[in-house]
Each structure stands twice: as C-alpha cells, then as structure tokens.
C-alpha cells in the first residue's frame, strides 16, 4: 500500500469516500437506552476501524472517525486526543451547544478524502451534549485542537466536510505540499 494515494489507502481499510451520499446527509440519532446494543455495536465498529487505520498512519494531532465513515447512518462518532495516555472519547448523539466566539484557523485532512488538507476556521472551545449508552445526557466542553476534532466529527454526523467550512475563495492544498504532517496543531 506504500505507493497508493492516501485516499485509496482509506478506502482499502473500509473509509467511505467523500463522493458517497451517506456522507452528505445528516445521520439517525439513537433512541438511548432502547437501542444501547446497537449503540454499542456501532463504537466497536469505530473502535476497530480506528486501530485498523492507526495501524498504517500516525496521528500527531489526533484522529477521530464518525460513522457515516465506516457506512452506518448513525450518530456516533470517536476521538482519539494526540495527548500520551488519552482516554479515547466515544460521542452518541452529539451536538454542540455553545461556542466560543475566539476561533483559529488550522488545516485539517479528513480520511474520507485525505489526499488534501485545508484550511478551516473553527472555535477554540465547544460545548457538547450527548447521551450515554444509559440514555443520561451529558454535556463536555473540549478546547483548542480537541475542540477542533470533535467539531469535525460532528459535522460528519450533521452531513458536512470540512470544505464546507473553508471560507470563499480558499481550497484544499494537496498534501505533498502540506507540511506539518507529523506535527500537533500550534496553539
């Protein structure tokens, strides 16, 4: 797989690709705790995808995959934080219900269509509520580059990339010209 372009290496390892419907459209939230095994089933899902892709790229700044990602039509994302030791977060039915209104603008890539990455404004803190397996809403607030994770994968969920956040007039960037690669995200 060395000599494949990124995104045929994803797509081998089971990533959905930007040109599929189920990534433009908003996922099905859980009835939570009525559907807790196929909750679960589908964070297994996750799980396993993940550390099959981490087997063969590494993560500076961290990773996250949402379902839509793997085929599943559902509201379920994860993430993995670039801090040594970080539990991974599981997110159900997620959406964001406060923002700050300070934001920065930092390249993301997206294993869906990770041959390019590109230049996205986001908040620089997010406040998340979601549901646990128990059905119990939650609420987290996440900063700096775990905010900018989270809100990624819950634009998946909501049936968005992340080009669609770029600002007018500005495109993705191959990645062969991207250079921070192997970098965590500058704060």
């Not at 690709?17 to 939230?29: D, K, N, V």
């Not at 705790?33 to 981490?54: C, M, N, S, W």
Request: net charge negative.
């Amino acid at each position: 797989m060395s000599d494949a372009r990124p995104s045929d290496t994803m797509r081998a390892l089971g990533v959905v690709q930007a040109e599929a419907s189920i990534l433009h459209q908003p996922t099905r939230p859980f009835d939570l705790p009525a559907e807790q095994e196929t909750a679960k089933q589908v964070l297994d899902e996750l799980f396993a995808a993940a550390a099959r892709i981490g087997q063969v790229h590494p993560f500076a700044k961290g990773m996250g995959l949402a379902a839509p990602q793997i085929g599943i039509d559902r509201a379920a994302a994860i993430v993995q934080s670039a801090e040594p030791g970080a539990a991974p977060i599981a997110l159900l039915n997620p959406r964001i219900i406060d923002r700050s209104r300070e934001t920065d603008e930092q390249y993301e890539g997206c294993l869906s269509f990770f041959d390019v990455r590109g230049l996205v404004p986001r908040s620089l803190s997010i406040a998340v509520e979601g549901n646990n397996l128990d059905g119990s809403t939650t609420v987290s607030t996440y900063s700096q580059g775990l905010a900018r994770l989270i809100h990624h994968e819950i634009d998946h969920l909501d049936g968005h990339l992340y080009d669609d956040r770029m600002r007018d007039g500005v495109t993705p960037i191959p990645v062969a010209e991207y250079r921070q690669t192997g970098s965590a995200w500058s704060y």
